[in-house]
Nanobody, 127 residues
């Protein structure tokens, strides 16, 4: 059983910062890759940051240098620190996870097709 519960979404002005969090509950006998997806109105779902099968941090080009993904293992919480936000970052942000060994854990392109996602938290950036 995998449960993902996001929090921390907010409305900010351009240039502002938001940190969103996701409490993750997983099967302790398995290992997972995990990360963040986003979906803007009228657009498809895209992966913006993930911790891949080798525990490497990956970022999409659109957020690299502005967003930071981190995992607090003691709190079972995944974070996404978003700085220098732009209006085009406005979207619903989803925490996601998948069992390591599956193709969805190999990189950002495949990650949005994983099986486990939270309910989402809204981030709105105004100009």
């Amino acid at each position: 059983q995998v449960q993902l519960v996001e929090s921390g979404g907010d409305s900010v002005q351009s240039g502002g910062s938001v940190r969103i969090a996701c409490v993750i509950t997983t099967d302790p006998s398995r290992r997972y890759c995990m990360g963040w997806l986003r979906q803007a109105p009228g657009k498809g779902r895209e992966a913006v940051a993930m911790i891949d099968v080798n525990s490497a941090l990956r970022y999409s080009k659109s957020v690299e240098g502005r967003f930071t993904i981190s995992l607090d293992k003691e709190k079972s919480t995944l974070y996404l620190q978003m700085d220098n936000l732009k209006p085009e970052d406005t979207a619903m942000y989803y925490c996601a996870a998948e069992v390591r060994g599956r193709a969805e854990c190999t990189g950002l392109i495949a990650f949005p097709y994983g099986r486990y996602r939270g309910q989402g938290t809204q981030v709105t950036v105004s100009s």
